[in-house]
């Protein structure tokens, strides 16, 4: 059950960090803070169905044995592996967008005081703060670009993911049911 925690933390830092690595004001960040939005709402609509045919009939007739390889063999399906591989990935990708972006702000602001100072000596340096301001804005259009591609992927593989976290879930609550001995040391989960 861990992994399905932090998968489902990850997915929402990305989704609340989003418009950090977007032009502030810009229709881009518009566009992305809306695409995320509706992105969020079917993930959870998913996560509702996946959550409502997770149980099974026969379920509490389970043995602590059985529901311990159906976990195993639910979530560790190559299939799972790979999507929570390419998950992690996306979300590492987020963080370095994100620590570039910081940076290249610091970068600018700078840069910016130092332009406009010189500016007020300098006839026509302000065009160079303008051009930089111009190749800082196309910089940043591309990094909201390349995140609301990792974060599209990200999300379609939380998607995928979602019947068999759900019945991860589902059985993990049924471990702690049974109180059964490898599930001492999961968190318990409240419904």
């Known amino acids: 059950m861990k992994n399905v925690e932090r998968l489902a933390v990850i997915a929402a830092a990305m989704i609340l960090t989003t418009p950090l690595v977007l032009p502030p004001g810009s229709a881009l960040a518009q566009d992305g803070v809306n ?30 044995e059985q529901i311990q390889t159906e976990m195993g063999t639910t979530m560790n399906t190559d299939a799972m592996r790979t999507q929570r591989s390419e998950i ?11 620590q570039e972006a910081s940076e290249r702000a610091r970068g600018q602001m700078t840069t910016g005081i130092v332009t406009g100072v010189i500016s007020s000596f300098v006839p026509g340096a302000g065009y160079a703060q303008a051009a930089a301001m111009q190749a800082q804005a196309a910089q940043q259009q591309a990094d909201a670009e390349e995140s609301q591609s990792e974060m599209a992927g990200m999300i379609g593989n939380m998607s ?3 019947p068999a976290m759900m019945r991860g879930q589902r059985l993990g609550e049924l471990a702690q049911a049974n109180d059964c001995a490898f599930a001492q040391d999961m968190p318990r989960t409240e419904r």
């Not at 379920?59 to 602590?64: F, G, V």
């Open 35 to 64: 695409a995320m939005q509706v992105a969020s709402e079917r993930m959870q609509a998913e996560q509702a169905l996946a959550q409502a045919n997770a149980a099974r009939p026969g379920d509490e007739l389970l043995t602590c």
């Open 160 to 162: 995928n993911m979602m």
């Open 88 to 98: 992690e990935a996306s979300a590492q990708r987020q963080q370095e967008l994100q």
